[in-house]
């Protein structure tokens, strides 16, 4: 069957390291896949794309890669902040073509100060 | 520009009753979606609109859910009757075509309780 994984645990670190989410996909062959933060009472909101030829992309001290291989894509801050702290979703669009999006659970991340 | 707009934000109503939400997108955006986000779960679509015309409703459930873009703006979602499992945020997003990194643009959501 087809599915996007997240942690489903939320994620505790302390302010200044780096904070690592992972999204695994099963039967999807995405030709891009999309990273969106979500703050409570708040629609999501875009951070990054990455697309399937492209391994790595960075902004500011955001940090996507992509692995085909593995089906897998980690998404990275850096010197973390607690206004970092939110939930994080990555999505999909499992045809290639139609802007149809399929999002994962989400991880909560809490940057602790 | 203006973001996405959504009204009401919050509306509670008892199982078996109707309710509509409202969405209006950023001008110019031709795609709209509406998504059903139920509490620790990520967003569900549940209809794509480009323009007017309906490119993808396969998991609205259609014996109680409708949804209209008339004039390929303003677009409103409506359930009837309402089920408790019904109760979840309801989220609009917009898209421009021509935009390459696919952004989706999201309402601030409508939460529904259904008692």
């Known amino acids: 069957s087809q599915k996007i994984e997240q942690n489903s645990e939320a994620l505790n670190i302390q302010e200044g390291k780096t904070a690592t989410l992972t999204c695994n996909y099963t039967?999807?062959?995405?030709?891009?896949l999309q990273w969106y933060r979500q703050d409570p009472g708040r629609g999501p909101v875009f951070l990054l794309l990455i697309r399937e030829n492209e391994k790595e992309k960075r902004k500011e001290r955001l940090k996507v890669t992509f692995d085909t291989t593995l089906k897998q894509s980690l998404f990275h801050i850096t010197a973390s902040q607690p206004a970092d702290s939110a939930t994080y979703l990555c999505a999909l669009d499992p045809t290639g073509g139609t802007y149809k999006y399929i999002f994962g659970t989400g991880t909560r991340l809490k940057v602790l100060a | 520009e203006a973001g996405v707009a959504q009204s009401p934000r919050y509306k509670i109503i008892e199982k078996r009753q109707s309710v509509a939400f409202w969405c209006n997108p950023i001008?110019?955006?031709?795609?709209l979606y509406w998504y059903q986000q139920i509490l620790g779960q990520g967003p569900k679509l549940l209809i794509q609109f480009q323009n007017n015309g309906v490119v993808d409703d396969s998991q609205l459930p259609k014996d109680r859910f409708s949804a209209e873009r008339l004039k390929g703006v303003d677009s409103t979602l409506k359930i009837q009757p309402a089920k408790l499992e019904d109760s979840a945020v309801y989220l609009c997003?917009?898209?421009?075509?021509?935009?390459?990194?696919?952004?989706?643009?999201f309402g601030p959501g409508t939460r529904l309780t259904v008692t």
């Open positions: 001008s110019g955006h031709a795609t």
């Open positions: 039967n999807y062959s995405p030709a891009y």
């Open positions: 997003a917009s898209r421009r075509i021509a935009d390459k990194s696919y952004e989706q643009y």
